[in-house]
């Protein structure tokens, strides 16, 4: 009877973390998935296996469908509980050692031969899979990924996939790029912690670069695929910069670093701009955040970049945007690269700069913003799709959608 009474208190916690879980997965809709509309009502729920699901109805009348957030359909697990079988299984971990972990985080979790499916199914998204079986002989599970909390005025978490960085390197095109694989093995051991005590943020300076001579060019990029399927996952927005940078770093096969901590000096400018002819000061003033005159460039500049990806012959510096077809982080990027070229020795043409949200991916050289040419006559780019933009000669952002 005593045994009886144990199982039954063990199901009835293991049921109480379940209902927890399903509380924190519920997230409001904001439009209908298939026709964009923000008029739909609440129409019950509907109960799976492991879950609770809010049912919705479009009140649209060419729509009229019924629609959840989660998205996914013939699934009995949350989206929460597949995401992070999906990273355990790519960090190294075996099947069976994933669903005992799922199950004791979670209280519910597949069995190998489910997870097995997950993993299959989702090969194209986490296309990390691929790489896994060469990334195991090298790294075990818990050094695969170093991970590193950096006070720096706030808790920025450090992330370097060592086994990614290792094999991004072994493609020809990334031959060069030791130097970063350098910087980002020192960056737990090296960093002057201290710099970013006392120095400017980057992201706080408003000085605005000339933006004549250069494109921004919108595209579609899996990193917009990788933010819609991990999002809906997060209930609260402050945790979505974490979350996000964990599942890629995890799961993608290119992403080789998240909140990478860089500074760049004065005298790192001077040298640009005496030495490199680059445009980067106002005569060796910039506009600060909450100052209304400029002032004298500060000894030093700080900031931590949200991701770092090496792929194509070059390195590219992203940062997530909520909202990114309203933003417009040209100044902020640039310094990022302007900071990596200094601390790697690597040329600033070897980095490119974007910001994404779920639906939309912008990018653009930083060389463009920094260094311009006389030019007499009109050029014109023509990107693969066969559309032609001519470069701007004024001081206007021309972003393209290709």
């Known amino acids: ?114 997870l097995y499916k997950w993993v299959n199914e989702y090969s194209d998204l986490c296309r990390f899979s691929r790489l896994r079986s060469y990334a195991i002989k090298m790294f075990s599970p818990k050094d695969i990924i170093e991970v590193v909390t950096l006070a720096h005025q706030q808790l920025y978490r450090f992330r370097y996939h060592r086994a990614k960085m290792v094999l991004s390197l072994q493609e020809f095109k990334n031959r060069n790029f030791k130097p970063l694989k350098d910087f980002l093995d020192s960056v737990s051991s090296e960093t002057p912690h201290q710099y970013f005590q006392q120095g400017e943020r980057m992201s706080e300076v408003k000085s605005k670069f000339d ?17 819609k399927f991990i999002l809906p996952t997060i209930q609260d927005n402050v945790q979505r910069h ?57 000894k ?36 990022y690269a302007l900071a990596m070229s200094r601390l790697t020795g690597l040329k600033i043409y070897e980095f490119k700069c974007a910001w994404f949200d779920e639906k939309d991916y912008f990018e653009f050289y930083p060389l463009h913003v920094v260094k311009k040419l006389k030019r007499t006559r009109n050029k014109n780019v023509r990107f693969k799709d066969g559309s032609v933009v001519q470069i701007p000669k004024e001081n206007v952002l021309k972003m393209v959608k290709v």
């Not at 921004?216 to 990788?226: E, F, T």
């Not at 979350?243 to 992403?255: C, E, G, H, P, W």
């Not at 090496?310 to 310094?335: F, M």
């Open 242 to 298: 974490e979350k996000l940078q964990r599942f890629m770093i995890a799961n993608d096969s290119v992403t080789v670093a998240t909140e990478v901590p860089v500074y760049i000096r004065r005298e790192d400018i001077e040298h640009m701009e005496n030495k490199l002819g680059f445009k980067i000061t106002d005569n060796s003033k910039i506009l600060v955040k909450g100052k209304k005159r400029s002032q004298a460039m500060p």
């Open 300 to 335: 030093m500049l700080t900031g931590h970049i949200d991701m770092i990806q090496v792929r194509n012959g070059q390195i590219h510096l992203l940062d997530y945007k909520s909202n990114a077809a309203k933003e417009k982080p040209i100044e902020q990027l640039t310094w």
């Open 211 to 227: 933006k004549a001579e250069m494109i921004v060019k919108g595209k579609s990029n899996y990193a917009n695929r990788l933010a």
């Open 1 to 114: 009877m005593e045994e009886q009474n144990q199982q039954k208190n063990i199901e009835n916690n293991q049921s109480q973390m379940v209902s927890d879980f399903k509380v924190r997965q519920e997230k409001e809709a904001e439009v209908c998935p298939y026709c964009q509309s923000k008029k739909f009502i609440k129409r019950g729920t509907r109960k799976n296996v492991n879950e609770t699901v809010q049912l919705y109805e479009c009140k649209n009348s060419d729509c009229g469908r019924t629609f959840t957030v989660q998205g996914i359909r013939g699934k009995h697990f949350p989206l929460e509980v597949i995401a992070e079988g999906l990273t355990f299984y790519n960090l190294g971990l075996t099947l069976e050692q994933t669903c005992e972990l799922l199950n004791k985080k979670y209280g519910i979790g597949p069995e190998p031969s489910g």
